[in-house]
C-alpha cells in the first residue's frame, strides 16, 4: 500500500508505504512511487512531498532515483514550562510581518507533514489567537499548531535569534500558563537551533526529519 495525501489544492504528499516482508525487492514499493507521481502529475499538483528519518538509506536512494529534491533537515527540539513574562499575541496588522517571519512551511498536525504557508493561515491563526511575536516591528514570530497531549505545539517559526530566543523563552511560560508538561517544535536553520539552544531548548531525538520535495512543470496547452 501507499498513500497520497492531498494538503492543498496545488500541493499532494507521500506517506504510508508499506510492503509485506515476503513481498519486499520485487520492485513493488517503487511501482507505487511511481505510480503515486504519475496520480499527482495528471490531476495538475505542483509539487509533492514526503519525509523520512535521515538514517532511511534506501528511501533517500529511492528520492533521487524519482528526482525528489531534499528540500529541509529539520531536528526537533523541546524545553519543559516555566513561570516567565508571557509573549504578545499578533494583531491583524502584523499579519504580513508574521507570513515573512516564519518561513514558507508549516507543520500539520503532530507528525512529519508540512505544506506551503498562506497568508490565509496567519489570518486565521492571528484571529484564533495562535500568533505569538517579540522583538520591535516583528522581530521574531511562531504560530501554534494544535495541542498534543500535554505539549504545547509550535506548527511554524522564525526570526533572528536575540528576538526567538526571547519568544521561545516566553512560550515555555505560556505552556506553563496553560498547565501543559512542555513546548515542542522543529527547526531548520543555524538560527533556529542557536535561538532554541539559549532558550533552554534541547533535543530529544539524535536524528533529524529529511524533507524532500518534487515540483512539477505545468504542461503546454
Not at 89 to 102: F, G, I, N, S, Y
Not at 113 to 128: K, L, N, P
Not at 132 to 153: C, N, P, Q
Amino acid at each position: 500500500m501507499g498513500k497520497l495525501t492531498v494538503v492543498s489544492p496545488t500541493e499532494a504528499w507521500l506517506e504510508g508505504g508499506r510492503v509485506a516482508p515476503r513481498w519486499r525487492r520485487k520492485g513493488i514499493a517503487t511501482a507505487l512511487i511511481a505510480h503515486r507521481i504519475a496520480y499527482a502529475r495528471d490531476r495538475g499538483f505542483r509539487v509533492l512531498r514526503f519525509s523520512t528519518a535521515s538514517d532511511n538509506t534506501p528511501i533517500h536512494r529511492a528520492a533521487r532515483h524519482f528526482g525528489f529534491t531534499r528540500v529541509g533537515a529539520l531536528s526537533r527540539r523541546e524545553a519543559t514550562a516555566r513561570p516567565g513574562q508571557l509573549p504578545v499575541r499578533a494583531t491583524p496588522a502584523q499579519e504580513r510581518a508574521v507570513l515573512q517571519r516564519v518561513g514558507r512551511l508549516v507543520q500539520l498536525g503532530h507528525g512529519w507533514e508540512w505544506r506551503e504557508i498562506t497568508s490565509r493561515d496567519v489570518r486565521s491563526a492571528i484571529a484564533r489567537s495562535r500568533v505569538f511575536v517579540s522583538g520591535k516591528g516583528v522581530g521574531a514570530a511562531a504560530i501554534l499548531g494544535d495541542r498534543y497531549e500535554k505539549t504545547l505545539m509550535i506548527a511554524a517559526i522564525g526570526g533572528p535569534v536575540a528576538p526567538l530566543t526571547e519568544l521561545l523563552r516566553a512560550l515555555r511560560a505560556e505552556a506553563r500558563r496553560r498547565e501543559l508538561d512542555d513546548v515542542s517544535f522543529y527547526v531548520s536553520n543555524a538560527e533556529d537551533r542557536r535561538a532554541a539552544r539559549a532558550a533552554g531548548y534541547t533535543r530529544p531525538w539524535s536524528g533529524e526529519v529529511y524533507l524532500f520535495e518534487k515540483r512539477f512543470t505545468r504542461r503546454a496547452g
